[in-house]
C-alpha cells in the first residue's frame, strides 16, 4: 500500500472542495503535475483513474489521493452515474510515498525544548477502503456548505479544522496489516518507557514486560527512533527534568530522584551530555536572578 507520510508542522492545509457527477461513459479529467493534491472520495458508482503506471478503480466507500507531481488521467469511462466529493489541499512542509522511499523515523531531538513545537509524521493513505465511510461524506458537505461564508475568517478557520477531521478518519481507515510488528514493538517498548520512566528499568526486565529478547526490542527501536530503549529512558527522563527545572523550585538532587535519577551526579553528566549545559545553567538562563 502506498502511503503519503507528510512532516508537521506545518500541517497540511485545505484549499477548495466540490461535489461532482460523471453521467455513465464520461471520464476523470487528465492533468498533468497539477500542483497541488486532489482527494477523491466517491459516494456512488466508480471512478477508473491512472496516475503514472498505476491504475485504480474508486468505488463508493473509497477514497483516492493523486499526488501534486504526477500524470494522472482517465483509463476508462464510467459505468455507471458516479459521484464524488473532492479536496484540493497542499503543505508547506515536507512529504513523501513510503512506498518508493523508507519511512521517516519517529526520532526525537537530541536537544528536546519545552518551548518549541517538536515535529511529528502524518500518514495517510493514498489508496484506501474507508473505516467510516458515511462521516467522511457528512464532513466534506460542511466544507463545501462553508463556501458562501468563507470570505469570513471565522469560516476560513473552521474549514481548516474540519480538514483535519478528515485527514483524522483516513488515517484510521489505514489497515492494520500496514504496522510492521517492529514497528509495534517499538511502540509498545515506547510506551511502557514513558509510562514508568520513574521505576528502575533494565533491558532484560523491558524483554520479560513485553515477552521479546531485549535484543529484538533494541534493533525495533533503533529502526524506529534512532535509539536503543535506555538512551530512549534517558532522553525521555531528561524531558521530565526539564519541566521540573523550569516549572519548579525543587532542588536539583529532588528532581534527578523524580525522574528516576538515583546518582544526582549521574543525572548532572547525562544533562549535560545532551544539552550542552548543566542543569542548574539550564534553570538559570530562564531565572529573573
Known amino acids: 500500500m502506498s502511503i503519503l507520510q507528510f512532516i508537521a508542522p506545518p500541517l497540511p492545509h485545505y484549499i477548495a472542495s ?21 482527494l477523491l472520495v466517491v459516494t ?25 507531481d504526477q500524470h494522472h488521467y482517465p483509463t476508462k469511462g464510467c459505468r455507471e452515474k458516479t459521484g464524488y ?26 536537544g528536546f525544548d519545552a518551548f518549541t513545537v517538536q515535529s511529528f509524521s502524518m500518514r495517510i493513505p493514498q489508496f484506501v477502503r474507508l ?13 463545501n456548505d462553508l463556501e458562501q461564508q468563507s470570505h469570513n475568517n471565522w469560516a ?17 481507515s489505514l489497515d492494520l496489516n500496514t504496522v510492521t510488528p517492529g514497528e ?18 533494565t533491558a532484560e526486565k523491558l524483554g520479560e514486560v513485553l515477552n521479546f529478547h531485549p535484543v529484538y526490542i533494541a534493533r525495533c527501536m533503533q529502526k524506529q527512533f534512532s535509539c536503543s530503549p535506555i538512551e530512549y ?38 544533562f549535560a551530555k545532551y544539552e550542552g549545559l548543566s542543569p542548574r545553567t539550564y534553570r538559570n538562563r530562564f531565572s529573573n536572578y
Open 18 to 38: 466540490g461535489f461532482g457527477v460523471f453521467q455513465p461513459n464520461q471520464k476523470h479529467f487528465n492533468r498533468r503535475d497539477l500542483g497541488l493534491f486532489d
Open 44 to 68: 456512488h458508482g466508480t471512478l477508473y483513474i491512472g496516475e503514472e503506471d498505476r491504475h485504480y478503480e474508486v468505488s463508493a466507500g473509497h477514497a483516492l489521493i493523486l499526488r501534486p
Open 85 to 110: 466529493f473532492w479536496i484540493h489541499f497542499n503543505t508547506a512542509g515536507n512529504w513523501r510515498d513510503t512506498e518508493n522511499c523508507p519511512v521517516v523515523p519517529q526520532t526525537e531531538p537530541m
Open 131 to 143: 473505516l467510516q465511510p458515511t462521516t467522511v461524506y457528512e464532513k466534506i458537505q460542511q466544507l
Open 156 to 172: 476560513r478557520w473552521k474549514r481548516q479544522l474540519i480538514f483535519q477531521q478528515i485527514l483524522e478518519l483516513l488515517n484510521a
Open 184 to 201: 509495534q514493538v517499538a511502540d509498545q517498548a515506547a510506551s511502557y518507557l514513558r509510562k514508568h520512566y520513574k521505576e528502575d528499568i
Open 233 to 270: 529512558l534517558i532522553r525521555y527522563r531528561l524531558e521530565q527534568a526539564k519541566l521540573l527545572l523550569l516549572r519548579t523550585d525543587l532542588p536539583i538532587a529532588r528532581i534527578a530522584e523524580e525522574v528516576g535519577f538515583h546518582q544526582p551526579s549521574y543525572f548532572s553528566y547525562s
